[in-house]
C-alpha cells in the first residue's frame, strides 16, 4: 500500500520568514496530495490540495508543488504569522479508490514572535 | 454549530473494557471515516463508510469493530480495551459529490490504564 514520509517533524521560523514542508510518497498512482493543518485541541482542516495534473498550486501565502517523477510535494508558507503555528499533515490518495487517504507522520510548525 | 461531533470528548477505561465512540454529522456526507492519531505516526484508517450498507476495514481495524446506524452516524467499538489502544481518534466525513475534502470532528482522547 501507499507509503507517504513527511520532513521534518519539528520546524521552528521566526515571524516572516518562510516555512517548508516535505513529503513523499511511494504508489505512482497517487493522484491527490491535500495538505491539513491541525490546531491544538481540534481536528485536521484541509488548508490546499492539488492533483497530479497541476505541478503547483498557490492560496493567498500557502502554495503546494509536486513533482510527481520523484515522487515528492511541498508545502511552502511565506511572511509566516503566530497563527500559522499548528501542526500540518500531507497526504496521498488515488481519487478514484473512493478517497483513502495515506498520512504523513505531522510537523510541527512554531512561529515565533 | 459543529458540523461534526465526536462524544466523548475524553475518556479513561481500564483494560478489557468494552467501550463506544460515537459520531454524528449534520452535513449530509455519505462516507465516513475512523482515523487514530500517535505523535509521529500521523493520523491511520481505521475503518470507512460509503454509505449505510457498506462498512470496510482501514489500515489497522484490528481491535476495533464499527457500526454506521444511519448516513448520519458512525460508531467505533474497542471491544476490549488495551493500553496500546490509548490514542486520539478522528472522525471525518465527506461527500462522493463535493470531491474528496475530509471534515474532522474534534477528536476523542481514550487513555486505556
Known amino acids: 500500500g501507499e507509503n507517504v514520509e513527511q520532513h521534518p517533524s519539528t520546524l521552528s521560523v521566526q515571524e516572516g520568514d518562510s516555512a517548508v514542508i516535505k513529503c513523499t510518497y511511494s504508489d505512482s498512482a497517487s493522484n491527490y496530495f491535500p495538505w491539513y493543518k491541525q490546531e491544538l485541541g481540534k481536528g485536521p482542516q484541509l488548508i490546499i490540495d492539488i492533483r497530479s495534473n497541476v505541478g503547483e498550486k498557490k492560496d493567498q501565502r500557502i502554495a503546494v508543488t509536486l513533482n510527481k517523477t520523484a515522487k515528492h510535494f511541498s508545502l511552502h508558507i511565506t511572511e509566516t504569522q503566530p497563527e500559522d503555528s499548528a501542526v500540518y499533515f500531507c497526504?496521498?490518495?488515488?481519487?478514484?479508490?473512493?478517497?483513502?487517504?495515506?498520512f504523513g507522520g505531522g510537523t510541527r510548525v512554531l512561529v515565533k514572535p | 454549530d459543529a458540523d461534526v461531533t465526536q462524544t466523548p470528548r475524553n475518556r479513561i477505561t481500564k483494560t478489557g473494557k468494552r467501550i463506544m465512540l460515537e459520531c454524528s454529522q449534520t452535513k449530509g456526507h455519505d462516507r465516513m471515516y475512523w482515523y487514530r492519531q500517535d505523535p509521529g505516526l500521523g493520523l491511520r484508517l481505521i475503518y470507512y463508510?460509503?454509505?449505510?450498507?457498506?462498512?470496510n476495514k482501514g489500515e489497522i481495524s484490528d481491535g476495533y469493530s464499527v457500526s454506521r446506524q444511519a448516513q448520519a452516524k458512525f460508531s467505533l467499538s474497542l471491544e476490549s480495551a488495551i493500553p496500546n489502544q490509548t490514542a486520539l481518534y478522528f472522525c471525518a466525513t465527506s461527500d462522493l459529490l463535493g470531491g474528496e475534502t475530509q471534515y474532522f470532528g474534534p477528536g476523542t482522547r481514550l487513555l486505556v490504564l
Open positions: 463508510s460509503f454509505d449505510v450498507k457498506d462498512i
Open positions: 497526504a496521498a490518495s488515488i481519487a478514484a479508490a473512493g478517497n483513502k487517504l495515506t
